[in-house]
């Protein structure tokens, strides 16, 4: 079981269970296994000929090749092993109890989570303050708890070719900002939350027109686009710092008690840097702790969501950092 994503990827979680033959739901042994960790993963298992069985979880050795000079330390990842007699739940309710208890961030330990209305599907990137605000009332009538903002706030942001990377508030969708829509949205009984793509940036964006060589990309050669988009280095420290400073000055110049954060493609057309290309993958998750960590300390009662294109993601590296993770982007109510 493997990804060589970038991220641990909906595709081949770094989660697995091994049971005996007779093992059902609630009764036999099980063996569960996971990893505390968000990037390229490898997870194998040989069955030797003596009848042993050996298992195997962390970082994946495709594209990684890491240089220690001497003195230098180097931090795997932890791995997580759990076993049961009770079957696949009794292993499943352990993992959930270690990951409650012990990886998410303790304030939110056990916490109900709000009920969430998104306007994305609603209004995709055509909305008003006014179809915001009339949103917001429809959603309270059904119970909602918190209102969240999704793309299409910021910069040129009216379709997904532009934009991404600026953190300027679009004055003309929302006259009255971010501080103004949410003083609305809490009149209504709501909470506001925000959505954020960090780790993007648009070609055609302000934030890559002044810094081309934070993006991720080949030298002389025409980068991959996902999305119409690219991945920020954040394996370099002043990337790292861009996104601490622009995401937390949105969050301290409104109300606002929940982000969505999302990454919506995989990383590729790795380079040389200040290091070795076997080093990008592992060096990119370091920079995206580093981000987390200080966001997260900065902002502890904010509810901050995981989302890669929904559950690309979806791991307890993420989780240690963001209490709850998004699981599918597949809700429109026609699908």
Request: hydrophobic share 35%; proline share 4%.
């Amino acid at each position: 079981v493997e990804s060589r994503t970038g991220c641990s990827s909906c595709r081949a979680n770094p989660f697995f269970m091994l049971k005996e033959k007779a093992a059902g739901l609630d009764q036999g042994d099980v063996y569960s296994f996971n990893l505390i960790y968000s990037g390229n993963h490898l997870e194998e298992v040989e069955l030797s000929h003596y009848g042993l069985l050996r298992v195997q979880a962390g970082i994946n050795p495709f594209c990684f090749d890491f240089k220690l000079k001497q003195g230098e330390k180097f931090e795997t990842p932890y791995a997580v092993l759990t076993y049961s007699d009770k079957g696949i739940n009794g292993a499943r309710l352990n993992m959930h109890h270690f990951t409650n208890n012990h990886v998410i961030p303790s304030q939110w330990n056990n916490t109900i989570r709000p009920v969430v209305i998104n306007n994305w599907e609603g209004t995709y990137f055509k909305f008003t303050e006014s179809k915001l605000l009339a949103l917001a009332n429809d959603a309270k009538k059904y119970g909602a708890e918190l209102f969240v903002l999704d793309d299409g706030w910021f910069g040129a942001r009216n379709s997904d070719t532009a934009g991404l990377g600026d953190y300027n508030v679009n004055k003309k969708k929302l006259p009255s900002g971010l501080a103004g829509l949410s003083k609305k949205i809490h009149k209504k009984g709501l909470k506001f939350g925000l959505w954020f793509e960090p780790e993007s940036v648009n070609p055609d964006s302000d934030c890559y027109r002044a810094h081309p060589d934070w993006a991720v990309k080949c030298v002389d050669r025409d980068p991959s686009l996902g999305r119409h988009e690219l991945i920020l280095d954040l394996s370099k420290k002043e990337v790292q710092d861009y996104l601490i400073n622009s995401v937390s000055g949105i969050l301290k110049s409104a109300q606002i008690e929940f982000v969505k954060w999302d990454m919506n493609r995989n990383i590729s057309d790795i380079t040389f840097n200040d290091y070795e290309p076997g080093e990008f993958y592992h060096r990119y998750i370091l920079g995206l702790y580093r981000v987390l960590a200080e966001l997260t300390k900065m902002f502890p009662d904010v509810l901050f969501e995981g989302c890669a294109s929904g559950g690309n993601r979806f791991d307890l590296g993420i989780l240690s950092y963001f209490p709850q993770i998004w699981a599918s982007d597949d809700t429109d109510g026609h699908e």
